[in-house]
Nanobody, 127 residues
Framework: QLQLVESGGGLVQPGGSLRLSCAAS????????IGWFRQAPGKEREGVSC????????NYADSVKGRFTISRDNANNTVYLQMNSLKPDDTAVYYC????????????????????WGQGTLVTVSS
């Protein structure tokens, strides 16, 4: 069974940091481009960040540029999202999803060509 499993969410104070992980099972993550998405209460899901299968290309939503960093460790079948300077507006369920190689990040962040989704991990930024 092809699965993505997110972890690393939790409660953090404004200004704090968290690192989310997206681990793959049943397939080789390194063949896929990976996107991170989030859905805040009462809002539509939005694309946050994306990394190409090689890791050579990344993309970020304007709202997280300079604060979030996406990276991947293909040897460990895992993609990470380092989130710094967190704000209450970052509160959401965060999901990762996989797209075939060659799909550009700008399309992935629009949720096009995504084949595998994780179940999500909740991030709450509050004092």
């Amino acid at each position: 069974q092809l699965q993505l499993v997110e972890s690393g969410g939790g409660l953090v104070q404004p200004g704090g940091s968290l690192r989310l992980s997206c681990a793959a099972s049943g397939f080789t993550l390194g063949y896929y481009a990976i996107g991170w998405f989030r859905q805040a209460p009462g809002k539509e899901r939005e694309g946050v960040s994306c990394v190409s299968s090689s890791g050579g290309s990344t993309n970020y939503a304007d709202s997280v540029k300079g604060r979030f960093t996406i990276s991947r460790d293909n040897a460990n079948n895992t993609v990470y999202l380092q989130m710094n300077s967190l704000k209450p507006d970052d509160t959401a369920v965060y999901y990762c999803a996989a797209a075939p190689p060659g799909v550009r990040c700008r399309l992935i962040l629009k949720e096009e060509y995504l084949e595998i989704w994780g179940q999500g991990t909740l991030v709450t930024v509050s004092s």
